[in-house]
């Protein structure tokens, strides 16, 4: 499975940004696409995560409200539209294919997507 992120940029705070992954290739099964992100100095920290059979959401507690994940099965293609962003999501955006139900724990993501760049000044 190949991964592609996109979308990445630099806004002000209370800006707006859309990431989007695309997957290509064959894996084995996918039970969901991810979104994680890292700040310098920083791990890598869970953001969201969508199943991709029902469609189910997760989010980490930092984005709730203003951060909505989706996916386009048709498409293969997952997206992150980010409202509202503030200085601390500044970070590189991952997108990680999982095989495992452990959404939100790095390790568990098998394949992952080269990052983008998201800057957030005040």
């Known amino acids: ?6 979308g990445g940029g630099s806004v002000q705070a ?3 940004l859309r990431l ?3 997957a ?3 894996a084995f099964s996918t039970y969901a696409l991810g979104w994680f992100r890292q700040a310098p100095g920083k791990g890598r920290e869970f953001v969201a995560a969508v199943t991709w059979g029902g469609g189910n959401t997760y989010y980490a507690d930092s984005v709730k409200g203003r951060f909505t994940i989706s996916r386009d099965s048709a498409k293969n ?9 503030k200085p601390e999501d500044t970070a590189v955006y991952y ?9 939100r724990e790095p390790h568990e993501y098998d394949y992952w997507g080269q990052g983008t760049q998201v800057t957030v000044s005040s």
């Not at 499975?1 to 996109?6: E, F, G, K, R």
């Not at 293609?77 to 962003?85: G, I, S, V």
């Open 77 to 85: 293609t997952m997206y992150l539209q980010m409202n509202n962003l």
């Open 95 to 103: 997108c990680g294919h999982l095989s495992s139900s452990w959404v």
């Open 14 to 16: 209370g800006g707006s």
């Open 1 to 6: 499975v190949q991964l592609q992120a996109s």
């Open 24 to 26: 290509s290739g064959r």
């Open 20 to 22: 989007s992954c695309t």
